[in-house]
């Protein structure tokens, strides 16, 4: 049957893995695609059904009517002025002209805002066309009011010089002249309503003729009648100096483009709008087909992925359900790999602490059996002792045998001072005491270390647990110097059997980095702020290279040869530091040496998982 103990958990998580239907690499890259293409082509369906902004619509169709308005008003008050104008009456001015440049930079706005093709293509003609109208406008209306002066001019000099010949017709001599001043007046007043009317070369000719007439007419008459001629003809000078301008105005004007384009335009503009209201319409009847398309299509997926959630649900549990024993697995090999590495660090201390037990166990060993050759003698002396004592006690003892029995006993007696037996046998009793005092102490400090009386969490001084430490390692460090930099620091609440682990791990690699059997270790505590505490374990052994000094921590990482480390005594120390709420950190120079550093809090946090190594 097959050990599931040394089964390996990673492995068994691979398989499972693969065993995973997983879609092909490029299903995802297709479906992605697919769904952004139907999502563009539903944004530009409904962009496209949108058709066009009513409001901005009518909008510019407002200006482009009123501006038409504006424009009729204009032609209607040229042509009123050309009819009307031999009447000498001026007409005000409409007020809205002003709104023109207002009106043409809202319609540019809007036509920018509307990305109207029509708009953009006829516009900057319209607004030069209407540029120049208002040129026209504004220059006919000056000379309008110039001709509608000098035509009611016209009719005050008429009606004057009737007076004025009438006023001289009693005391003049020459009647004559003045009946032919008043005849050729009336009839020059009458060409010049003519010329005002119909601005000819012929009319203009006539009303020139006349003015002549009237000049020689008048060149004999009274000054006040002849002055009145000279401001009529002036007069008449300025109607045929203006009238021409005039007339060239009105008939540009009557040419202009500005209504025939705005004409154009809107109904360029309107015909545009009811193409796009009509291709809004056609696309929102593809809109609606595409989006009943879409939901049938969303409908089908969504009971394809129900049916395959079932079946992923399922096949997640199943897969679960075998995660799970494969984690259990993967613990119970963790945990067996973790008790390994103990053992080997046990075994390791073991084998030092029989090594340190050998040397005090000789003495007493030794000791007792030099005492035990020396008891033989003892005896023998005391025998004999105690039979001189008992001659001595008879009543009429021999005297042969009493002096033999004495020189017997002060021999021996004298044998013993020579050799200094008594001496001897304290000396080897006092060894023996000190063999089985220092078995005692290491003893004592294994006790110490493994903290087997105490509590698993307690309050610990890094000191005491250093000092245990290194007495258990002292077989490893018999070639090396050992530097104590102990700091006054306080005792912290923490696991002391665990942290005995971690220094005495550390203490093992700082001595086995130290390949020339000779080196320093130096260990220093100190505080770390107000409420940590901090301790270092240096050595100038090889250091560790740059290469591996992110691996060092990973579990079953090691540099040793095959069979000389698990790879899990810096694992599992990092994990008792970390569980302690502390942190470790390294610093290390190929050729050099290394330098560990422990920062422990006086006070673990909450968090902290102390008992669980």
């Known amino acids: 049957m097959e050990n599931k103990i040394n089964k390996s958990p990673m492995v068994a998580i691979m398989a499972l893995r693969h065993r995973i239907s997983l879609p092909q690499a490029g299903q995802p890259v297709l479906i992605v695609v697919v769904a952004v293409a139907l999502i563009l082509l539903l944004g530009f369906l409904y962009l496209k059904s949108q058709g066009i902004d009513y409001r901005r619509q009518n909008e510019i169709l407002g200006y482009l009517r009123e501006l038409r308005e504006i424009d009729a008003r204009w032609d209607l008050e040229v042509l009123r002025t050309r009819i009307e104008g031999a009447s000498g009456k001026a007409r005000p001015v409409d007020s809205r002209d002003a709104r023109v440049p207002e009106l043409l930079r809202r ?29 026209l406008i504004t220059r006919y209306r000056a000379a309008s009011a110039t001709v509608n002066q000098a035509l009611s001019g016209m009719v005050e000099f008429d009606t004057e010089i009737a007076g004025l010949v009438r006023g001289a017709w009693p005391g003049f001599a020459q009647r004559d002249r003045l009946i032919a001043v008043e005849s050729t007046s009336a009839l020059l007043f009458a060409h010049v309503m003519r010329y005002a009317t119909d601005p000819t070369d012929p009319q203009r000719k006539n009303v020139e003729l006349f003015a002549a007439d009237l000049r020689k007419a008048g060149a004999d008459v009274p000054p006040a009648l002849r002055e009145g001629i000279a401001r009529l003809d002036t007069t008449v000078e300025q109607i045929i100096g203006a009238k021409p301008v005039e007339n060239e105005l009105f008939q540009k004007i009557a040419i202009s483009s500005a209504g025939p384009r705005i004409d154009s335009l809107t109904d360029a503009y309107s015909t545009e709008s009811a193409d796009a209201q009509g291709d809004g319409e056609r696309y929102r009847i593809y809109l609606i087909a595409y989006a009943g398309a879409l939901l049938i299509l969303i409908g089908w997926l969504l009971s394809r992925l129900a049916v395959s959630y079932r079946l992923l649900e399922s096949r997640v549990v199943e897969r679960t359900r075998e995660l799970s024993s494969a984690l259990h697995q993967l613990k119970e090999s963790e945990s067996q790999l973790i008790q390994t590495e103990k053992m080997s660090s046990l075994g390791q201390m073991v084998a030092g602490i029989a090594h340190e037990i050998n040397t005090p166990l000789a003495y007493v060993k030794n000791s007792l059996g030099s005492v035990a050759g020396k008891l033989p003698d003892v005896k023998q002396l005391i025998v004999e002792t105690n039979k001189l004592l008992r001659l001595m006690e008879d009543g009429s003892p021999d005297p042969a045998r009493l002096q033999a029995k004495y020189a017997s006993v002060r021999g021996m007696v004298h044998h013993f001072a020579e050799q200094q037996a008594l001496a001897e046998l304290g000396q080897l009793a006092n060894d023996g005491l000190y063999g089985i005092e220092q078995i005692s102490e290491i003893v004592l ?40 930099q102990f700091g006054d620091i306080p005792a912290i609440t923490c696991s002391p059997s665990q942290l005995n682990q971690v220094f005495l791990n550390l203490i093992n690699n700082a001595s086995q980095a130290i390949e020339s059997g000779t080196g320093e270790i130096t260990l220093i505590t100190r505080m770390e702020g107000v409420d940590h505490v901090a301790v270092e374990i240096a050595d100038n052994g090889k250091g560790i290279p740059p290469e591996i000094m992110s691996k060092i921590f990973d579990p079953f990482f090691t540099t040793k040869a095959v069979g000389k480390g698990t790879g899990l005594g810096l694992s599992i120390s990092y994990k008792i530091i970390e569980q302690h709420g502390g942190s470790i950190s390294v610093d290390s120079t190929v050729g050099k040496g290394t330098r560990f550093t422990i920062v422990l809090p006086l006070t673990p946090p909450e968090t902290a998982e102390l008992g669980n190594p």
């Open 445 to 484: 400090n294994l006790k110490n270390f493994s903290r087997l009386d105490r509590s698993k969490v307690s309050s610990f001084n890094l000191n005491e647990g250093l000092d245990s430490a290194l007495i258990l390692a002292k077989h490893e460090l018999k070639r090396l110097t050992v530097n104590r």
């Open 107 to 135: 319609l540019q706005q809007a036509a920018a805002a509307a990305d109207s093709p029509a708009l953009n293509r006829n516009l900057p003609a319209l607004v030069q066309d209407y540029g120049q109208k208002i040129e």
